[in-house]
């Protein structure tokens, strides 16, 4: 089964610098990553996805994520953290195995970001 | 263009009672799923359905039952609530290909009291 982990339950930051989200992914076949942001009081929303076409994906709002096959990683980070992007974040994968779990998305526990003036 | 709609927003129930979550989408996803977020466990998967007419259990199923009669609509129910339910509930569907994320709904924040 496919599954992924999120080192660090709460990551705090001060603005304007940079923003390092850690994704630790498990799958015996190529994943296909995503990574979600959740703001306060709201439902999720996509922020970048890998599915193969490049190891580097830029997403919204300036925020990067880089697959690394050799470290089973898929990093979130920002070069510059604003008030803004304070919100909870969630890394996920799509399982694309054959069966009853095809198409299926699991998450992360999710690692809240906090970024003080 | 609507996304994925879920009512209610909000709910409290008494324990014992049952009532159904509503999802639809407008956007001909075949892909739909029910997830519960509850506090440092993330989001976790209830019960998805790859099409009309098919539904599988995922991390999470006991207590809730689901079916998908139409590419739209894939309603929650709760058969029995218990105070382990008060979760925030999120409705997310896909088209399908796994270059597609899921589009989520807004949660209904469910309260057993």
């Known amino acids: 089964a496919q599954s992924v982990t999120q080192l660090g339950s709460h990551v705090s930051v001060s603005e304007g610098a940079l923003v390092l989200l850690r994704c630790n992914y498990s799958s015996s076949v190529p994943p296909y990553l995503f990574w979600y942001v959740q703001y306060p009081n709201q439902g999720l929303q996509l922020l970048l996805k890998y599915t193969s076409a490049a190891t580097l994906v830029k997403g919204i709002n300036g925020f990067e994520a880089e697959f690394k096959k050799s470290e089973t990683s898929f990093h979130l980070t920002k070069p510059s953290a604003h008030m803004r992007d304070a919100a909870e974040y969630f890394c996920a994968v799509r399982s694309n195995a054959g069966g009853t779990s095809y198409g299926k998305l699991t998450f992360g526990q999710g690692t809240i970001l906090t970024v003080h003036p | 263009n609507a996304g994925v709609t879920q009512t209610p927003k909000f709910q409290v129930l008494k324990t014992g009672q049952s009532m159904t979550l509503q999802c639809a989408q407008d956007m001909n996803h075949e892909y739909m799923s029910w997830y519960r977020q509850d506090p440092g466990m993330g989001l976790r998967l209830i019960h998805y359905s790859v099409g009309a007419g098919i539904t599988d259990q995922g991390e999470v199923p006991n207590g809730y039952n689901v079916s998908r009669s139409t590419t739209e609509d894939f309603p929650l129910r709760l058969l029995s609530a218990a105070p382990s339910q008060t979760s925030v509930y999120f409705c997310?569907?896909?088209?399908?290909?796994?270059?597609?994320?899921?589009?989520f709904g807004s949660g209904t924040r469910l309260t057993v009291v």
């Open positions: 997310a569907s896909s088209g399908d290909g796994y270059i597609y994320g899921y589009t």
